[in-house]
């Protein structure tokens, strides 16, 4: 069979700017041999080549996601997986449905529940211990920042109305003050102990099925936002990844952010340099990267733990004396970024509050005056309130924009859990990409999956629009933040391809760069707007392979998007 394919009749988007047309493109040995005019491809194509008729559809760099967490996700699909449920009757029927299903789990785990289902974004552990008869159960949130637990799992934690917040977490309490079964932010990690440990073969069939979901969505490559280190039951995926390599089943490609240790220090950049160096001995073709890593510099708006420059209000309107919390002391967060940029090491910061993103951007102008440019790359991620003083210093410092697009709009657990706790005037800095593009900051996206949806065209559709398909409420933050379709697919492929530092050979429809290409039909680009979410990819090629084809499209979802 010939190695050698012609994708031709649609129009290309090769990385940025406008989709050409009237080109084609040609594949030999898994690489693009050629862009060329369609009258010169008889000249340069074999004979035998197999021609890829797209017929209007529009031929696309394959997607990188940014930032997500795939073993995570692929495990949740395995386990108690609530993303479905639309509110806390369905929430309760899934836990029921699955308990009955596994009589034999001594524990029930998983995750996906919404806050916006439950007063406050607080389930109570009463609705677990009737669901499941009294096992022990915990399930992570959808955003991953909230762990919900049953009386069984409280207690055999020993956790008692005694025991006292950790510092970088909050129990929610009855009012005698025993867990009322909401457990956010560190607070999550008091099941530690007790918690089952994820085998190491069930991370491994993870991981196979987050991949088979993600190249179904035309993604091609991603950053793994948390390796080497073990989270909420779930081993280091770094285990489960190099598995994969060996067995020949890991198709794309993969930087894994090196985790963090909130409690650690410095000695941690040593560790990760030389994690960083034995990954690219291992891996010559960079099929696994080690050259980041991850610095949560805060938590999340909806529970309140976004580090805000202002305080959050209560529920009569009025200023508490809470800011959030910076999960790292700002002096030291400077001295971390500048030793793992001086190392090597790209920083990938969590910073979604506006007081985080200061205090990121601080640290990388630390760096930058210690160590000069040393082209770290270094992103900061989610951005959901960023002061407007703030914005202009990104791309003085190349400090990329790493956006989650889907979030931007407003839906209920952003209108109910999140604006009304904050100041006047900051829904107008709800994730304001539109301004950072005017002030020339690079952009990359990721979905922070299984956080919300992997799907890049349904954030796309978010980011054009700044509202869900079918939605009657304004734009978030106002039309001046949304991104043009050209802005919002150069995110997701160059954009991304350059934070991942694989710009040399992917996210670029270019000659000698990888075949990572996908297929979308119909070509978003002529379609109107309000309408960007009826495309669908078609398929997905790894290296000139199909390794999707997609079947009958699924009627179009309208209703709100999964958020965090």
């Known amino acids: 069979m010939s190695t050698e394919l012609v994708f031709h009749g649609g129009a290309v988007f090769t990385g940025t700017g406008t989709p050409i047309t009237g080109q084609a493109v040609i594949v030999r040995d898994?690489?693009?041999?050629?862009?060329?005019?369609?009258?010169?491809?008889?000249?340069?194509?074999?004979?035998?080549?197999?021609?890829?008729?797209?017929?209007?559809?529009?031929?696309?760099?394959?997607?990188?996601?940014?930032?997500?967490?795939?073993?995570?996700?692929?495990?949740?699909?395995?386990?108690?997986?609530?993303?479905?449920?639309?509110?806390?009757?369905?929430?309760?029927?899934?836990?029921?449905?699955?308990?009955?299903?596994?009589?034999?789990?001594?524990?029930?785990?998983?995750?996906?529940?919404?806050?916006?289902?439950?007063?406050?974004?607080?389930?109570?552990?009463?609705?677990?211990?009737?669901?499941?008869?009294?096992?022990?159960?915990?399930?992570?949130?959808?955003?991953?920042?909230?762990t919900w637990a049953s009386t069984a799992a409280i207690e055999r934690a020993g956790i008692t109305a005694e025991t006292p917040d950790p510092g970088d977490g909050r129990i929610v309490r009855d009012a005698d003050g025993f867990p009322a079964g909401t457990f956010h932010e560190g607070a999550g990690d008091l099941f530690a102990a007790v918690r089952p440990a994820t085998s190491a073969d069930l991370a491994y069939q993870g991981l196979l099925r987050a991949q088979d979901e993600l190249i179904a969505l035309g993604i091609t490559g991603w950053q793994d936002a948390m390796v080497g280190a073990d989270s909420g039951g779930i081993a280091d995926p770094l285990a489960a990844y190099e598995r994969a390599a060996a067995d020949?089943?890991?198709?794309?490609?993969?930087?894994?952010?090196?985790?963090?240790?909130?409690?650690g220090g410095i000695e941690q950049v040593e560790r990760m340099a030389e994690r960083r160096a034995h990954a690219?001995?291992?891996?010559?073709?960079?099929?696994?990267?080690?050259?980041?890593?991850?610095?949560?510099?805060?938590?999340?708006?909806?529970?309140?733990?976004?580090?805000?420059?202002?305080?959050?209000?209560?529920?009569?309107?009025?200023?508490?004396?809470?800011?959030?919390?910076?999960?790292?002391?700002?002096?030291?967060?400077?001295?971390?970024?500048?030793?793992?940029?001086?190392?090597?090491?790209?920083?990938?910061?969590?910073?979604?509050?506006?007081?985080?993103?200061?205090?990121?951007?601080?640290?990388?102008?630390?760096?930058?005056?210690?160590?000069?440019?040393?082209?770290?790359?270094?992103?900061?991620?989610?951005?959901?309130?960023?002061?407007?003083?703030d914005v202009s210093r990104f791309a003085p410092l190349d400090a990329i924009a790493n956006i989650q697009a889907l979030w931007a709009t407003h839906e209920d657990q952003l209108d109910e859990l999140t604006l009304p706790f904050l100041q006047d005037g900051q829904v107008d800095r709800q994730y304001p990409f539109g301004d950072l593009v005017r002030e020339g900051v690079r952009l990359a996206a990721g979905s922070d999956w299984p956080v919300s949806t992997a799907d890049p065209l349904a954030a796309i559709h978010i980011a054009v629009n700044r509202a869900y398909p079918g939605s009657e409420r304004p734009p978030l933050g106002g039309e001046h933040q949304r991104l043009d379709l050209e802005t919002a697919f150069a995110a997701y492929t160059s954009g991304s391809a350059y934070v991942n530092r694989r710009d040399g050979d992917t996210g670029s429809i270019r000659e000698g760069y990888l075949a990572n290409l996908v297929v979308i039909e119909p070509n978003p680009f002529d379609l109107p707007a309000p309408e960007l979410h009826l495309a669908r990819v078609a398929s997905t090629w790894i290296e000139g392979r199909r390794v999707h084809t997609a079947s009958v499209p699924a009627v179009p979802d309208t209703h709100p998007t999964e958020s965090r």
């Open 280 to 389: 690219a001995a291992a891996h010559p073709d960079r099929r696994i990267d080690l050259g980041t890593t991850k610095i949560m510099v805060d938590g999340v708006a909806e529970n309140q733990t976004a580090a805000m420059l202002t305080p959050y209000r209560d529920e009569t309107g009025h200023d508490t004396c809470n800011h959030g919390l910076s999960f790292i002391e700002p002096a030291k967060l400077r001295e971390y970024v500048t030793a793992l940029d001086a190392a090597g090491q790209q920083v990938h910061m969590h910073a979604l509050g506006d007081r985080a993103v200061r205090e990121a951007l601080d640290a990388l102008q630390v760096a930058r005056d210690a160590n000069g440019d040393t082209d770290g790359r270094h992103h900061l991620a989610h951005l959901q309130v960023v002061a407007a003083d």
């Open 30 to 146: 898994g690489r693009i041999a050629a862009v060329v005019a369609d009258t010169e491809v008889a000249a340069l194509a074999s004979p035998d080549a197999t021609r890829i008729d797209l017929a209007g559809a529009l031929l696309s760099p394959g997607f990188q996601d940014a930032h997500i967490h795939p073993v995570g996700g692929g495990i949740e699909l395995l386990q108690c997986n609530l993303t479905e449920a639309a509110d806390a009757a369905q929430t309760a029927a899934l836990i029921r449905a699955y308990a009955e299903a596994n009589p034999d789990e001594e524990w029930i785990l998983g995750g996906g529940w919404s806050m916006d289902s439950f007063p406050g974004g607080n389930p109570p552990r009463g609705l677990l211990d009737e669901a499941t008869g009294g096992r022990p159960v915990l399930l992570q949130s959808r955003d991953h920042h909230s």
């Open 248 to 263: 020949g089943r890991l198709l794309v490609h993969v930087v894994g952010a090196q985790w963090w240790v909130r409690g």
